[in-house]
């Protein structure tokens, strides 16, 4: 049996290689390894199986669906069975999110959330009512406002830079 963890990226098999570089369906920049959605991943080489876990970024992300059936897809044109288990404890947090997914992101010009936003302790969350700056992907510039509270799909926000005037979409943080 095979184990592949985050941890452990040099023992990828080629089944596990092409499920970690799924692309998100909704933000094909990154795949569902740099956005943290994929949990588990194993490959048992006897048994020619793969298990595979999954969190949804939110319960009602409308990808979660396309992302199964891909994670399938890619198993089965291996030569492997495939089970795909969808966890939703403990929910997804943007700081599950690779620094390669948030350069990858920021170089498709959408702002990437900040690390360590989104961290939990499993006490009470901390509200805050200072305004965050959000730096514009194209120019740097953190003379940003905010257009709309939801950008392209329910996971961004629509922001433009008050520098460049380029607008642009911010990658909430969770």
Known sequence: MTV????EPLLRSAVAQAISDIP???VPVVTIDDLGILRHLEVDEAAHRVSVAITPTYSGCPAME????RIVHEAQR???ACSVETRLSPAWTTDWM????R????EFGIAPPEPGVGTRDGG???VSLQVRQVACPQCGSTDTEELARFGSTACKA???CLACREPFDQFKEI
């Open 4 to 7: 592949v963890t985050e941890a």
């Open 24 to 26: 998100d369906p909704e």
């Open 66 to 69: 396309a992302i199964e059936h």
């Open 78 to 80: 291996h030569g492997y």
């Open 98 to 101: 690779s620094e390669r997914g």
């Open 103 to 106: 350069s990858r992101l920021r």
């Open 124 to 126: 009470p969350v901390a």
């Open 158 to 160: 629509l922001r433009r």
